[in-house]
């Protein structure tokens, strides 16, 4: 079991950026392929952005592509989620989880392949 901490999140006005960070132990962290989900109210979590275990490659939902930047640092045990150009529609709660395949990552994005979620970090985009 992997115990996600998220932190970052917040208001900013549309056109300005906000970074997420999610924390898991090191020793396990590297193990796992990791990813993004938002849930908007009234609707259904949806996928944001993934990578693979190493990082070396990443996946993002077509409405995040070229304005959202997901990495990790697998000494530290972190992944981050930069948003840039956020719009009142990025407005979410946003979540991180663990990819729960034992096959290599390539880029699934339902929300079922995925657990161990932290507890969600609010995301609000004032127009």
């Known amino acids: 079991q992997v115990d996600l901490v998220q932190s970052g999140g917040g208001l900013v006005q549309a056109g300005g950026s906000l970074n997420l960070s999610c924390s898991a132990p090191v020793s396990t962290f590297r193990t796992y392929a990791m990813g993004w989900f938002r849930r908007a109210p009234g609707k259904e979590r949806e996928f944001v952005a993934a990578l693979t275990r190493a990082g070396r490659t990443k996946f993002y939902a077509d409405s995040v592509k070229g304005r959202f930047s997901v990495s990790r640092d697998n000494a530290r045990g972190k992944m981050y989620l930069e948003m840039n150009s956020l719009k009142p529609e990025d407005t979410a709660v946003y979540y991180c989880?663990?990819?729960?395949?034992?096959?290599?990552?390539?880029?699934?994005?339902?929300?079922?392949?995925?657990?161990?979620w932290g507890q969600g970090t609010q995301v609000t985009v004032s127009s």
């Open positions: 989880g663990r990819f729960r395949g034992s096959y290599y990552y390539t880029g699934q994005q339902n929300e079922d392949g995925f657990g161990s």
